[in-house]
């Protein structure tokens, strides 16, 4: 079986641009400062609008200077012959994203590559491959913010070992990581100082609330089919995300985002997972039977169904995930008010409270890392 491949970052970073220090990474300095937001996007066939919503959101967020942002645009797909996982490169000036993703961003073509056909094959997608691969371009001194774009569940292990999950578990395994969907998750986590922001085309399961809960971040569900809408709100967001983040002084407000509603992913109502729970043998044999879509809704772990079980043993992704969560006040200010929708949990059409708390905890998180490196720089002047 042939290796899969991988696109990864190997251009050499322009030294003192600015935004980030002389190796393409953050920097301590106040005038160094970077948030690198990564767009990690599902290119599989039934992503069509979604993939034009972003190309959209790219060129309105490029229409002017984005100084102390740098924009990333990583992609993940499958087929039965591969699993395709590629990035921009660490340092790509804001003309180039453009032209990226104007010219190479294509349902079922991963950029960089001769593939034409990776149209995602089975139901569930490589998620866990397209979150493993930043650990292997970003460092624990970035701070990042990951917009997560898809329509399908990871490859839950209740769903089987189709010839794609087969390959995505060997990508996994040549690149370093474990292959296990949740330990993957819960490794980036504990390794990158980074804020996940899944936007679901679907109904939330267990694994993105997980990776919003852990990070910070929230879950959006989009309630529009318009990406020129859509695409609008998610701009907002990101200039929401840059005044506060690198201008901590300025008084922002939280943008409602129309478009969207909010899953309020929280500690408080999550049980984390070390591990993708066992297949139950029945799940497995009445998804087979299912349709593409259905199967995807039907046997993935949900919130409700873990919670009977032990809780797992405190991973460090949730040790340091509730140390930030009182970092920041927990849920004091800014508290959302929920709705429960059956398949739903959670979900809240006050958007604007749960997008302060994720504005919050990515300015806390970035100040605090400053703060902690300041005396050690200033003991080397």
Sequence with gaps: MATPPTTTSTDVPTVGEVGGGDDGHSSASPSLRTLH??????????MGSQVQGVKDMVLRFCSVDRLGIRLHIHTFTESYDGCYVTSTPLVM????????????LQLCCPPDTAVTNANGGD????????VAALAKKFTPDDNIVCFLITDADPHHRAFGRSAEAILEEEWLKDNGFPTDIYEVLNHVIESLNVTFVPILYRSPSTWFNQAAALSGGLVLLPASTDSALLASGLVSLLDALQTRVLHPDADVRAPSLTGFRALAASLDDLTPLTADPAPDPAVVAAAAGRSYKSRRRAAAPSAAGSRGRPGPPRSAAMSRARAVHHAIGGDAEGAVSTTEVPGESQVTDDVAASVERLLRTAAGRFHGKLAARRPEEDGRK
């Design 37 to 46: 937001v990564v767009f990690l996007i599902d290119i599989t066939g039934s």
């Design 93 to 104: 000036p804001q003309p180039d994203v453009v032209t990226y993703v104007t010219d190479k």
């Design 123 to 130: 139901g569930p997608e490589n998620t866990a491959a397209g």
